[in-house]
């Protein structure tokens, strides 16, 4: 050991003797050279799989760009003939050293790739042996990896240098043709120049000119075409290279080149500059493939359009020239493009028929209409929402193009103005034009006339009354009750367009010139309240679809004069009055009110000179200068106001109007600049007030951008800003301030501009009270902290209480700090506090701030009653609640203080389905809350919780904590009527009968549990239903407070489909209920039956589902059984609907009243008799509750009606 220690221990061979230190040394060294070549050779080995994956993902990328390139350049060579082959920078041999540098590349990481895989196939022990002695060697592999990469990116960069070289002398081969092309048209337009100061210097100009004027030159301008003088213009050059196009596509490819040129020059020399006559011609030509055919076909070439287009119209058939000529008129004077379903319906429509639209005529497919009107029309098809492919195009597999021709027709012509369209989808939309302007001209021209297409000339007159006779024909056999095949849905595809357009082209039609079955067919169409009127009612909607335009519609139905007023229709509205049978003024101050509404000032005229008032006053858009300054007519206004119209009418209704409406500045300082008074009750607040029709009060709307600017117009005008006035639907006593309604509509910016203008912060209006607390408790809570500073800097009076809305107390709780003055304990308005304000906010931080400055905690007042309900009902996180429940328990909260409409706490957690309701509700437990304390609506909390959709959890736990199941008491009387009116969640119900809920219990809004399940009828309704029968409810229980007997119920509520009400019926009769047992107002269910609501359209078709199934199942039915309001259900069935008409005195008092003539005139054929031949003189205190009922227009319709028939009984 000494001799190890001391590094002098020998080992001895034979005689030799060696030192053990110097032999270990250079053993050690080799064992640990070794032992490393293992772990060297595994990052190798994983460096390269690496790199060469990185390599795996770029290859396909540079096979696709090797792809694109060299299929493009073969491309390019096949079409030059060969002839790009020359480009020795990217020839074939650039393509294969590029292919050899790659597959060079691809072969060394195969080769890795192949190494690794036998590597990795071998055991760990010869892994290991390999990398001692570095067999694989694979960092040399990994090398030559890197090596060829570099050779490829050399390579691909000269080979891209290449292309782009190549590109570029292709662009600026491109640049010098432009430039060819502009240096000819500027000689042309040089020449052009010359010839026109040529022209104006010529003495003889003047006579020249009105020598144009007044011929027509066509034809001899015509003539003259071919002697132009050269070089003022490039026609045949240009169209040159269109035919040259077009006989180089497929269809014209088996052309010999001699042939394609005299076919040029041909059609050059005969086309008279016009490409239209091109494209005519080439239609004959396509189908020729022999030479002496196509050059008969050249020899027979028409000169100009116009025998191009008498050709055309001569070889159509005779027996279809009427549909042609029809379909063209529809074509040359629709008010839209034509979809090709319609245009089929237009080619079988025969108005002069007395069946004008007869189904058996109609087409096997749309698209055979087009074979009829040959080359005069072209198919534009667009992409658009359709129920599928109906107009049955197919897609031609070699070209993908629509063709509305034979097969063997091009399929590559133009898609823009030839007469294919590309596809796009299944929905596509096909829409028919004429294909040229100038077809239409010339069927209106006097060419035609002396030409033997005669009788294809029509005017634009007789154009558009021929549409409108057809239109007002197809629509009326539309409507009309007996239209068989006709009615279904495939077959009126030109319905809507009839029915919104007729009136509008036979408007374009002279008075004179409509024949009396047109008139006639137009009063057919516009009579009052038909059927027709109503289907037109609901298409013409589609023009006024904003919410603002509605409600202002729905009188036009019964005054077919105030329809044709409202949409600018003069002879219409001229047609109508005449044929009032009993016309009254408030007939024609309604329409003048329409017409204003429309924007017709020929229609103002016309009415005010029949003897309508300028101030007539509308109930459904006030007064007509009003609802011209809704739709922003200026021209209407001012008509108006020059007939004697009151400006400030209905306190400034106008400017209110014009300002709240149409926001349109040329209206508003219209009336300004007639003297308008701004200072009238509410004329500043309508610039700032949102109205109810056009204005949001988002920030982003359009409009927003130019209250500010109304609201500075008129300020600039003198407006009061402290003139306030009354919101609608307010019903406040103080009207609302300017400041107020920018305040509470968040329009920060106008508050400022008023405040500047001098606006009273302190004066009272509007549901807030004042504009502190308007901004405090606006929805915008969140960053108003500048706001309410600059109120206050104003002088706001921070204890100011008032309004019905929240108090600045209650809500400035945020901001509010004892520096202010203010009262944490002020009380009044929603909220009551502060503190309550702040707990439903859930503004934790403003909470601990007003308790900490001594807010009473237990404080009864407000909606919410105390601050704890306030708390729970907020809208937060169940931790957020939790920590004001915490709280508020701390500073001594009374956990079960009853308040306010729900009562407790408990029961206000039910109800508000906050988040986490249940863990809410345990916390609430948890703090002492009893479970069985009643108040508010429902009673107690279980009754509370009953009535939540997802309340099973809540119940359950209540339960658990000792809630009293049978507590009677609260709106639903006990917990199971509460569930059983919310059937659909028939778990909860279950769960209490479970748990012994007695079904006997009588009282509450339903009666029972029973009657409340009845009277319901989603969900398992036929489980619980079952469930109360089966512990013993008699199925005939007549208790019931909303219907008496569950049998009534499933025949009375409205709403039911036919399956829901006979399924419920059969369910009962089934389980035993009577069907002459009842009670209620209709004392037994087929007088319940007979009452049931229907519809009020007069082309209803509700089918008495409960009537008819009682009459058919019930074999014991009593049909005679008295009882009941209407004593029989026989008086009940011919008295339904008609309960109203009692305040009337009789039906034909209400139907005057209402100006239904269609129902009086019923109503008098069927032997009703007027109250002038029952009364001696009218009933003035009647009349007088009728005219505060419906307005003094009622009051007029029933003296007219009056006098009337009170002079036929004279007579």
């Known amino acids: ?414 898609t823009e103005t030839g007469t294919t369209g590309k596809v796009t989808s299944d929905v596509d939309i096909v829409r028919i034009r004429l294909a040229h302007f100038s077809i239409k001209e010339y069927l209106m021209s006097d060419r035609i006339i002396r030409r033997p297409s005669t009788h294809f000339a029509f005017s634009e007159t007789n154009a558009h009354l021929h549409i409108a006779r057809s239109c007002l024909a197809y629509h009326l056999q539309r409507c009309v009750p007996e239209a068989g095949e006709f009615g279904r849905e495939e077959c009126y595809f030109l319905d809507a367009y009839a029915t919104r357009n007729w009136p509008l082209h036979l408007e374009m039609v002279p008075r004179q010139l409509w024949p009396s079955e047109v008139a006639s067919a137009a009063e057919r169409a516009l009579a009052v309240r038909s059927v027709i009127l109503y289907k037109k009612f609901d298409l013409i909607y589609e023009r006024f679809t904003s919410s603002r335009h509605r409600k202002n519609m729905m009188h036009l139905p019964k005054l077919p004069q105030c329809f044709t007023a409202r949409l600018g229709l003069v002879q219409l509205t001229n047609l109508l009055f005449p044929l009032l049978e009993y016309p009254t003024q408030a007939d024609l101050d309604t329409a003048l009110v329409d017409a204003a509404y429309g924007g017709s000032t020929d229609l103002v005229d016309l009415l005010v000179n029949k003897g309508a008032h300028a101030n007539a006053v509308s109930e459904h858009l006030g007064t007509a200068l009003q609802a011209a300054a809704i739709s922003g007519h200026t021209q209407v206004i001012e008509r108006l106001l020059d007939h004697g119209a009151d400006l400030d009418a209905q306190e400034g209704a106008a400017l209110k109007a014009a300002c709240a409406e149409s926001g349109t500045a040329p209206v508003v300082e219209l009336l300004l600049r007639r003297k308008a008074n701004v200072n009238m009750p509410g004329v500043l607040l309508s610039t700032i007030t949102p109205s109810s029709y056009s204005f949001t009060g988002l920030s982003h709307d359009p409009f927003m951008l130019s209250q500010q600017n109304l609201t500075r117009l008129l300020l600039d005008h003198g407006a009061d800003p402290n003139m306030g006035g009354v919101i609608s639907g307010d019903h406040e006593t103080h009207p609302e301030t300017p400041l107020h309604a920018a305040a509470r509509c968040e329009r920060y910016d106008l508050l400022e501009l008023l405040l500047e203008r001098g606006a009273d912060v302190n004066k009272l209006g509007g549901m807030f009270g004042y504009p502190l607390q308007a901004v405090c408790t606006s929805a915008g809570l969140y960053g108003i902290d500048v706001e309410v500073e600059r109120l206050l800097s104003k002088g706001a009076d921070v204890n100011a209480s008032g309004g019905k809305g929240a108090d600045a107390h209650a809500q400035g709780g945020r901001f509010g700090t004892p520096d202010h003055g203010l009262d944490v304990n002020m009380q009044g308005g929603y909220y009551g506090t502060a503190l309550h304000a702040a707990c439903h906010q859930a503004d934790t931080g403003t909470v601990e701030l007003l308790l900490d400055n001594g807010a009473l905690v237990n404080a009864s007042v407000g909606y919410y009653g105390t601050a704890l309900r306030a708390a729970v009902s907020a809208e937060a996180s169940e931790t957020k609640i939790e920590w004001m429940i915490d709280n508020l328990s701390k500073r001594g909260a009374d956990i079960n203080a009853s308040a306010g409409e729900y009562g407790t706490a408990l029961q206000a957690v039910a109800v508000s389905k906050v988040r986490g309701g249940s863990d809410i509700t345990s916390h609430l437990l948890s703090k002492g809350a009893d479970v069985n304390r009643q108040s508010g609506q429902y009673g107690t909390a279980l009754q509370a919780a009953a009535l939540d959709h997802d309340s099973r959890k809540s119940v359950q736990l209540l339960l658990d904590n000792k809630a009293d199941i049978n507590l009677e008491g609260g709106k639903y009387h006990t917990a199971l009527q509460a569930a059983c009116v919310r059937v659909w969640t028939s778990r909860t119900a279950l769960l209490l009968l479970e748990r012994g809920a007695n079904v006997h219990a009588q009282g509450g809004k339903h009666g029972s549990a029973w009657h409340a399940a009845a009277a319901h009828r989603d969900g398992n309704w036929e489980t619980v239903l079952q469930e109360i029968l089966n512990r013993g409810v008699d199925v005939n229980d007549t208790r019931g407070r909303l219907h008496a007997t569950a049998l009534q119920a499933a025949l009375e509520i409205p709403g039911w489909t036919k399956g829901q009400r006979t399924d419920r019926i059969r369910f009962l009769l089934d389980r035993g209920a009577d069907v002459n047992i009842g009670g209620g107002q209709y004392g037994f269910p087929l007088q319940s039956a007979c009452c049931r609501a229907t519809e009020p359209r007069p082309d209803s078709r509700k089918t008495l589902v409960g009537v008819q199934y009682l009459l058919s199942n019930c074999t014991n039915l009593d049909v005679n059984a008295l009882g009941g309001m209407f004593g029989s259900a026989l008086q009940a069935a011919a008295h339904h609907g008609q309960t109203r008409l009692v305040q009337y005195g009789s039906p034909l008092n209400a139907a005057v009243v209402q100006g239904y003539w269609d129902i009086v005139k019923i109503l008098l054929d069927a032997g009703a008799v007027p109250d002038c031949q029952q009364l001696p003189e009218t009933d003035e205190e009647w009349l007088a509750c009728v005219r505060e009922d419906h307005g003094q227009g009622a009051v007029e319709r029933y003296r007219v009606f009056w006098d009337k028939h009170k002079a036929v009984k004279a007579g």
């Open 1 to 414: 050991m000494e001799d190890i220690n001391g590094e002098t221990w020998k080992f001895r061979f034979g005689t030799n003797e060696f030192l053990v230190k110097d032999l270990a040394q250079p053993a050690l060294s080799v064992i640990n050279r070794l032992l490393l070549h293992p772990s060297q050779q595994a990052a190798s080995l994983a460096n390269g799989l690496g790199h060469i994956s990185g390599l795996i993902a770029l290859s396909r990328m540079w096979e696709e760009l090797y792809a694109r390139r060299y299929e493009s350049d073969l491309k390019n060579n096949n079409d030059l003939g060969g002839e790009g082959c020359r480009d020795a920078s990217h020839g074939p041999q650039s393509h294969v050293e590029y292919k050899n540098a790659l597959e060079s590349l691809y072969k060394d990481i195969l080769k890795l790739q192949v190494s690794s895989y036998c590597y990795y196939a071998k055991t760990q022990a010869f892994r290991v042996a390999r990398d001692v002695v570095k067999w694989d060697n694979w960092g040399e592999l990994l090398e030559e990896i890197r090596k060829r990469e570099v050779v490829f990116s050399k390579i691909s960069k000269i080979w891209q240098d290449a292309k782009y070289d190549k590109e570029c002398a292709k662009a600026d081969q491109r640049h010098r043709e432009s430039m060819l092309r502009w240096d000819t048209i500027d000689t042309h337009v040089a020449g052009l120049r010359k010839a026109v100061e040529g022209a104006q210097a010529d003495s003889k100009r003047s006579q020249f000119l009105d020598w144009l004027c007044d011929n027509d030159p066509s034809e001899m301008y015509n003539s003259a075409r071919d002697k132009h003088e050269k070089g003022t213009g490039v026609v045949d050059y240009d169209m040159g290279l269109h035919i040259d196009s077009v006989l180089d596509s497929p269809n014209f490819e088996s052309w010999p080149k001699d042939i394609k040129v005299e076919a040029r020059e041909a059609l050059i020399k005969n086309a008279d500059g016009m490409f239209q006559y091109v494209a005519q011609q080439f239609d004959a030509l396509r189908n020729l493939f022999s030479a002496i055919h196509i050059r008969e076909a050249l020899s027979q070439l028409p000169v100009g359009l116009d025998a191009t287009y008498d050709r055309i119209l001569q070889n159509i058939d005779p027996k279809f020239q009427l549909q042609v000529v029809s379909t063209l008129k529809w074509l040359a004077f629709s008010n839209e493009l034509l979809e090709l379903e319609q245009v089929a319906d237009v080619f079988v429509l025969r108005p002069e028929r007395t069946v004008p639209f007869d189904p058996a005529e109609k087409l096997f497919k749309p698209q055979d209409v087009l074979k009829y009107l040959s080359s005069l029309i072209s198919v534009d098809v667009t992409g658009g929402k359709r129920r599928g492919a109906r107009h049955g195009f197919k897609r031609d597999p070699r070209s993908e193009m629509y063709s509305n021709s034979d097969s063997n027709s091009d399929s590559d012509s133009e």
